[in-house]
């Protein structure tokens, strides 16, 4: 089945982490219908391999295949570093990663050409944003940071204990030592600290919205592809996790700032033997 | 096949966390032959729902017998709380858990008669401990805390870090509060923590060491059912995960305070569908 612009858009992530993308867009394209997959029986992703991340983003996008997305945002940098290429070369419709926004957004950026990248183990050892950098920008110097115990403190909503801000303090002091002056948040569970973050780097430090140049990013995709949706008014977006739905639920709000209803549990199991 | 002697034990947890319950029966029973698996594709459990825990702690223990195990340890107290009982009722040889040994325990050591219970959101939402202490003394108080984070800041090795030290000051201060005189870590990662918790609670609250009280009661498991193995001496544990080992073998080291080799990656849905 190709795909039609009144078709939905589907985003997914290993948890609730995406919803900060899925924000962004509902923002820059509100007559998008959307689906959102949070692969919850398995968060997180970020510790994983790259076989496995890569087993389970094929099982995500498989999933929203089968519920006819015109497109796939993998709103999840684990994901993204360890599956794009996978994906790109199995998935009938675009797939779009967090990672090329991002970096695109920080090179227009810089001044100093020192960029920090926090993320999680597995997105800052797979390289994947050291490589696009430097291919954006060759005599760019890039601190990855992997700060693994921000995905529990935001899921935790210890954003604000003054724990966080130790950890948080521990995590980027190198990019103070190195004196960059951009910062791309590496992870879409991230953007729940830049209060935080913010206060800790100072005025001269630009954090990157990486969600807001993935919604970008999607939007010309869309646009060029001749799918961006005409209608006036989309439905609420679908929501579907892996585990059960509370524990999502209860999360998410704080995340949307907005009550979430029917969000529904599926197993990836059956999209996957289709 | 019945189960023999001279066969291993099994024991399994989502992760390293169950490496102290482990090393608390190499240490009771060194003549013991032990098979280890850490479902490390899928850790943590203890956030995910009981349906999901227990779909995963079935596949743990089909593994394990299909490597002819005579006895199941299930070295995760998310596990245990979950899934005991549909184990138990599938599985062809004795299934221990870790909550019984340690309410045992705990119960013999209290005089105030108030017990606390430090657990993952799973493990206290599933009231296990709280019927299981009532069970054996109908007046006592017990308060069941949720500590989430204390699993990602020992995976993280942060136990000395101040941050960790902010984060358990907040998750117990309802244990000084009510006086209590005897903790139970209901949390097989949790005796990793112990130093600082022991810190924090000071020298006249007592910390139950539930993996201990699980090797007791599985000598006496194994004594009772004529399946204590007689030999003199065991060959080295064998190590299985469902994910990469490398990351597992780097937290193993820490708990295990020796290098782990020949940790092997295995398939689960390969022991599911036979």
Redesign the interface.
Known sequence: MSASASHPIGIFDSGVGGLTVLRAVQKLLPSESLIYLGD???VPYG???P??VTRYALEDARFLEAHNVKAIVVACNTATAHALETLRDVASVPVLGVVEPGVKAAVAQTKSKKIAVLGT?GTIRSETYQRAILARLPDAKVLALEC??FV??V??R?QE????R??AQ?YIQPILEAQCDTVILGCTHYPILQPLLNDLLGPYIHIVDAAAACAQALKRLLNDSHLLCQSLEAPAPSYYVT??P??FQRLASGILSSDMHGVQQVSLLEAALT
């Open positions: 919850t029986a398995r510790d994983k391999s076989e496995t183990r693994p115990l529990p403190l899921e935790e210890f204990h003054p724990a966080a130790l950890i521990s585990d059960a509370e524990h």
